[in-house]
């Protein structure tokens, strides 16, 4: 089994469409996948899809004990892809005091049993919708995975303010275990003006450059997709349909993440 | 905390343990080694070593052996090497040591009662020195200047080495190598283990962690705990 998070040093970035297309591409593929919603500030996968059936969630299973996994598994909830949810941050016990004693040392320690029991019930590959930026919560995720994809948009503001701290959290991880890191640029433009297009390639070439002396790995990039996004502006978009639209683009992602 | 924890002390005996009486380093003033505790001693360590049972020609020892009879409340002995000579009479008690060294660690008031949760970390690291020591070129009945200045080196050395690591263990006391933020701030070999044994909160089997030297100093800080269980001993990641 593989256990792979999405994140990002800040939000709006693309995580959790990233998150669902690659899970759905693994679907597609017959390998057994479930979608983990662990971005606790701001979890969004309730928001996409309406069809959860089960009432717990990733975090009472974080801080209970006597909670078995499979009751909280969504089966099946786009195509075959299964998901586990996060409530919505409440104030009180769920917000603010997720951050008190040793909640967060609990949690990965829980999470960590959760793979393994992951494992034992069959499943090929995790996911991890991670919460952006970083928090104990982002790290948590990071180390339960030995995969990791950052999703960026093409911005200089978005990206200097956030070198130092990737230095910082790929420190963290060397070693933890075999692990590949990777980065996938999201919502690049499709440009046609000559000019333009050199401005955009000498600022991918530039961050290629300073986050592969990171230790990352480039895993690819996603255009700008005008009809994905617009399709997204309705109440329940079917994700299946979307998938479509970019299907090419996250197999050819899949194919990499799955040669690792 | 600060580095004087502990002081300690180290007694050199040489030749027949009865009738040379002991060489002190730094005595804290702590030993005593009474013609009672000699005779003692010399028996023990004669048996400790095999010397009556066997004919090789010399014996080498490497501790730590714990010595309750110079161990109380306060402090803590263990001969921590020696070297041996057979004399003509096998399992005579005049069989020759050419050389034995023991330390005491004594412990100062504000750690007394943490005697017991330092002693595997003490005893891991004098383990870790205990061949470091050589008597062989020791003639017997001497102490030599070479011997008495690599033991001096060697207790400060290990002073300065007991004294650091209890003082982290105070510090590490009640963390947890879940807490990422701590484990990344351990030194690199502790480090490099604990991302290692974090993947299997439920625990690993002794006989699947190889670096045991930096397991047992985990454990002394409470980073690890031990389990028996009935398949062997099990290493679990606080």
Known sequence: ?260 | MTSDAIEISAVILLSNFQSIGPFYISDSGVIRITPDIGMLLAARLVITAGIGNTSAKTEELYGPLPMPELSDGDYLSYLFSMSMQQQPIPGSSFSTGKGSLIFSIVFEDKLKDKIYNHKNLIESILREHSSDLNFSNTVTGMISPEIKGASEELLKMLYSKINNAIELAEKYRGASLFDIGFLVSLPDELNFLAKKLIQQPNGWREKDISDKDNLMTLLSYGLVRKENREDGIWFIPV
């Open chain 1, 1 to 260: 089994m593989r256990a792979l998070t999405v994140y990002s040093t800040r939000g709006g970035n693309g995580k959790t469409l990233t998150a669902l297309f690659l899970g759905i591409a693994a679907v597609k593929r017959g390998l057994k996948t479930v979608v983990i919603d662990a971005d606790f500030e701001a979890p969004s996968l309730t928001h996409l899809l309406s069809n959860q059936t089960k009432e717990l969630t990733w975090v009472d299973y974080l801080e209970n004990d006597n909670i078995d996994i499979t009751d909280l598994i969504n089966p099946n909830i786009i195509g075959n892809l299964d998901i586990i949810f996060s409530p919505p941050p409440r104030i009180g016990k769920n917000f603010l005091g997720w951050k008190a004693d040793n909640w967060w040392k609990k949690a990965l320690q829980k999470a960590i049993v959760a793979k393994k029991e992951l494992e034992l019930l069959g499943y090929d590959l995790v996911i991890i919708d991670n919460q952006s930026g970083t928090s104990y919560n982002s790290v948590n995720n990071m180390v339960f995975s030995e995969i990791s994809i950052m999703v960026l948009r093409p911005s200089n503001y978005g990206l200097g303010a956030t070198e130092s701290i990737l230095k910082e959290i790929f420190n963290t991880l060397k070693g933890m275990n075999r692990r590949m890191d990777y980065y996938l640029w999201n919502q690049v433009h499709r440009v046609s003006d000559q000019d333009e297009r050199l401005l955009l390639d000498q600022f991918l070439e530039k961050w290629d450059d300073r986050l592969t002396a990171l230790g990352l790995k480039k895993l690819g990039s996603v255009e700008y997709n005008i009809k994905l996004n617009l399709e997204l502006l309705n109440d329940n978009p079917d994700l299946n349909d979307q998938f479509n639209l970019i299907k090419d683009n996250y197999n050819n992602l899949m194919d990499t993440i799955l040669n690792f």
